[in-house]
């Protein structure tokens, strides 16, 4: 049983709202699901009663939306970590990043980018992301590697490592290969170089002999490079 929780003084109620989140991810952290974050069950585990719970969050949806977010700052710190030197290798660095971090922190990933939004707009876990991405990917089109408009490019790599992590989340007993990193490592490069070969094609695209012709001679030079 949960002990009863003295009552917070006036001005107390920001330590009241992170007192509560902080029990609401101890209980998704232990569980894995966010099925178990129940008001009632985090108002237990707060030492608070349900309508405590209620004057700072609306329902279930919003504290689960505000717990998961509480993980987005490190998502944050990873971006900046990762966003230095070489702007094509530093936007490969965030990728791998990003994967990396939706695969720690599964329950957050799928509550926030992986369900359909519960009000209208930008969700703010979706427009801190894309934030991230355009940041590192406008570097790459200032420094030429990379051609068109950032926020256009951004959000189809943006899609193409979403894509990756999701499969990765939603199908847990798909054969995947043992080398999930090496997974990781080839969807983050096919993206961003389709993207800049991608950027830089005009018309239609060759044949197949004549594709494979040029991809063999511009393999060959960067080898050698």
């Not at 919003?62 to 998502?75: I, K, S, Y």
């Not at 200032?142 to 790599?157: I, M, N, Q, Y």
Request: net charge neutral; proline share 5%; charged share 25%.
């Amino acid at each position: 049983m949960a002990q009863r929780r003295v009552r917070a003084r006036r001005g107390d109620g920001l330590l009241l709202r992170e007192e509560i989140l902080a029990a609401a991810e101890s209980l998704l952290t232990e569980t894995g699901s966010e099925d178990a974050l129940t008001v009632r069950a985090v108002a237990a585990r707060a030492g608070v009663s349900t309508p405590s719970v209620y004057l700072h969050f609306s329902d279930k949806d919003a504290l689960l939306e505000a717990v998961c977010l509480r993980a987005w700052d490190d998502l944050a710190r990873l971006f900046q970590t990762n966003a230095h030197g070489d702007p094509f290798r530093a936007l490969g660095r965030c990728g791998r990043a990003y994967a990396r971090f939706a695969l720690a922190h599964p329950v957050q990933y799928r509550v926030l980018l992986m369900r359909t939004a519960p009000r209208d707009g930008v969700p703010p876990a979706a427009a801190a992301c894309f934030g991230h991405m355009v940041d590192v990917v406008r570097r790459c089109v200032e420094s030429g590697v990379l051609r068109g408009d950032p926020e256009r490019l951004a959000l189809t790599l943006w899609s193409s490592v979403h894509g990756c992590v999701s499969l990765l989340l939603a199908q847990p007993s798909f054969p995947w290969p043992e080398d999930v990193d090496g997974l990781i490592d080839q969807a983050v490069i096919v993206a961003g170089f389709g993207s800049a070969m991608l950027s830089r094609v005009r018309g239609p695209v060759p044949d197949s002999a004549e594709l494979a012709g040029e991809l063999d001679a511009l393999g060959r030079r960067l080898g050698e490079g």
